[in-house]
């Protein structure tokens, strides 16, 4: 159960439990010993980004391993994202990045966002002139571009909503594979599943405990009274379930923690069992959006001057 993996539509399969790697301390020591102690679990999925500044660790510990033995290359799954300025220009983000990580390939390459900058803009609350019209079309093709050099094994999008997905593949030659996006038991992103699924898209969960503990997150989804009491009845803990409805939903999930403990109990959501109780509870929970997007927004140079119509409504 633990090397459970989902078949993507460009052909290659992906391991559904995925380690992120952001962390606001950014400690490259700490990062790269959670990344050891996550392989020895059996984690083979990390999730990083140029706008993380966690690839030079992640990379490293990897590449460590790999030299050792301890795991090949074929067995680990790598994603990385192009972050916003680097638009004009994929194919040298990748390759940076890919200098950055120490290998020659990354598994994943994801559009991190549906945002165009200034190409100095590299960080992570943009200003307000550092906007550009975001043009699709041009990053998408060099995205494939980044495909044809085998560069990456395959591309895909994140924070896209249902609309923009419909949008991209009215000229892409290659869909995306996945879009990566915040999906938990109170944003359960049903339209969106479903539109992706029509298009064979595979949907990969962010913060899908809700983010407990980082500046944008919220301890709302592991605090909450009905995901807690179905973590009581299962012998499990609020995380598992968590973990597992998003599991459970057809999603991979992406979960942050560098703690072995934490790491260890977000393995063994694998052997949760949730029944059609906890669905039909979880279904009826709340919905509320906890990464809104609110500094990719404003009035004047932004493509997007609310939210709404950052996700197209769907928020
Ligand atoms: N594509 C995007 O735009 C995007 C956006 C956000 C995130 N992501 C990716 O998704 C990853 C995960 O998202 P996230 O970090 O926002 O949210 P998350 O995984 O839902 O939550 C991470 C937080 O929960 C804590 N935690 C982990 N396991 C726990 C458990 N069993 N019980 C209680 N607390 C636990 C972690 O602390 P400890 O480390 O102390 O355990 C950390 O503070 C990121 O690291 C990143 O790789 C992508």
């Known amino acids: 159960m633990r090397s459970n993996r989902v078949h993507l539509n460009c052909g290659i399969t992906m391991p559904v439990m995925g380690l992120g790697t952001y962390s606001s301390e950014n400690d490259r020591e700490t990062t790269e010993l959670a990344i050891h102690k996550a392989l020895k679990m059996g984690y083979r999925h990390f ?3 140029k706008i993380y500044g966690s690839e030079p660790a992640v990379g490293n510990a990897l590449i460590e ?24 220009d994929p194919v040298s983000a990748l390759k940076q990045t890919l200098q950055n990580m120490g290998m020659e390939y990354v598994d994943m390459y994801l559009v991190h966002w549906p945002v165009k900058l200034k190409p100095w803009a590299c ?16 990053t998408w093709a060099a995205m494939e571009k980044c495909l044809d050099m085998g560069l990456c094994r395959c591309i895909g999008v994140s ?14 030659s290659v869909p995306p594979a996945v879009n990566q996006v915040e999906m938990h038991p ?9 539109t992706c699924t029509n298009h064979r898209i595979h949907v990969s969960a962010y913060s899908p405990l809700g983010g407990p503990g980082n500046i944008w997150g919220s301890t709302a989804v592991v605090d909450n ?43 063994g959501s694998f052997d949760l069992k949730l029944d059609d109780q906890d669905f039909n509870d979880i279904d009826r929970l709340e919905e509320w959006k906890i990464m809104r997007g609110e500094f990719l927004v404003n009035e004047t140079t932004s493509p997007y001057r609310t939210i709404q119509e950052l996700w197209d409504d769907e928020i």
Do not use: C
Request: charged share 25%; glycine share 4%; proline share 3%.
């Open 65 to 88: 391993a790999i030299l050792h033995g301890r795991v090949e290359r074929e067995d680990i799954f790598v994603t990385s994202k192009l972050w916003g300025s680097d638009h004009h």
């Open 47 to 49: 999730d990083t980004a």
């Open 186 to 194: 109170m944003w359960r992103q049903s339209k969106l599943q479903e």
């Open 123 to 138: 960080y992570a609350v943009p200003k307000e002139e550092d906007f550009e019209v975001l043009e699709m079309e041009s």
């Open 225 to 267: 009274p009905i995901i807690q009491s179905i973590a009581l009845k299962h012998k499990a803990t609020p995380a598992q379930v968590a973990l597992k409805w998003g599991l459970s939903k057809g999603s991979s999930v992406i979960v942050k923690s560098f703690n072995q403990n934490r790491m260890k109990e977000n393995m």
């Open 159 to 172: 924070n896209f909503s249902s609309k923009k997905i419909e949008h991209l593949l009215n000229f892409a």
